[in-house]
């Protein structure tokens, strides 16, 4: 059974920073990459950024420059600093897994919400 337990989450004002981590448990998983989705009230869920274990990162154009994620290949943990933070960044934000041979992410966390005031 693979979990992902995230942590980080807050309320934080505009202009402002916070660092969201996960971490992938389960006896025998060994991801091949991790990311972030993340959803606001009332809109679709989006991608935010995602990395590879074997690879670089990739971010949702609004995000890029803003937000860095990386991993601890080690703990298969993957973490998000987010700075710069603006209202229309306010979301539940979920963590994600693909395991090895998946072409799609299988593997999503509970969520932790980002709240950024004006």
């Known amino acids: 059974q693979v979990q992902l337990v995230e942590s980080g989450g807050g309320l934080v004002q505009a202009g402002g920073s916070l660092r969201l981590s996960c971490a992938a448990s389960?006896?025998?998983?060994?991801?091949?990459?991790m990311g972030w989705f993340r959803q606001a009230p009332g809109k679709e869920r989006e991608f935010v950024a995602a990395?590879?274990?074997?690879?670089?990162?990739e971010y949702e154009d609004s995000v890029k420059g803003r937000f860095t994620i990386s991993r601890d290949l080690r703990r298969n943990t993957v973490f998000l600093q987010m700075d710069s933070l603006q209202p229309e960044d306010t979301a539940i934000y979920l963590c994600?897994?693909?395991?090895?041979?998946?072409?799609?992410?299988?593997?999503w966390g509970q969520g932790t919400q980002v709240t950024v005031s004006s």
């Open positions: 990395i590879r274990w074997s690879g670089g990162p």
């Open positions: 994600v897994a693909k395991g090895y041979g998946s072409t799609s992410w299988n593997y």
């Open positions: 389960g006896r025998t998983f060994s991801p091949v990459a």
